[in-house]
């Protein structure tokens, strides 16, 4: 192929704002040492990345992931959440029963109700606004 147009590579990405994207990028990728595809021809990186795309050796899919992955600043990673493990008491704390078992308080939800009545405040007087 001695000359690369935009209708040699349109077939393969139809629009052509993503067809400059994906070109500058792999550009930039053989600027910084990846194989080419494609002989060179004493092309420079740009038209060899068009190249390599009208000739379909390097497929749109793959070079659109690879340009996401090399954009994204932070990659969450799904990681199973840790499971809380209460701590273990030693024997001599008063906490423990004899067989050395942690035993935990337990409130229902009346008395909840009735703690958290407790911590409403009072409601302002006219003599409190003075």
Excluded at 48 to 67: F, G, H, K, N, W
């Amino acid at each position: 192929m001695a000359r690369v147009t935009v209708e040699d590579c349109i077939d393969k990405v139809e629009n052509r704002f993503d067809l400059v994207l994906l070109a500058s990028h792999r550009a930039r990728l053989i600027s910084a040492g990846q194989p080419i595809t494609v002989a060179r021809d004493n092309d420079k990186n740009p038209v060899v990345s068009l190249r390599e795309i009208a000739d379909a050796t390097m497929q749109p899919a793959d070079l659109m992931e690879d340009l996401i992955h090399s954009l994204q600043k932070h990659v969450e990673v799904d990681e199973p959440e840790s499971e809380v493990v209460p701590a273990l008491a030693s024997a001599g704390e008063a906490g423990s029963d004899a067989a050395g078992e942690v035993q935990f308080d337990r409130m229902t939800e009346e008395d909840l109700l009735r703690g958290l009545e407790g911590l409403v405040p009072p409601a302002e007087t006219e003599d409190d606004g003075e």
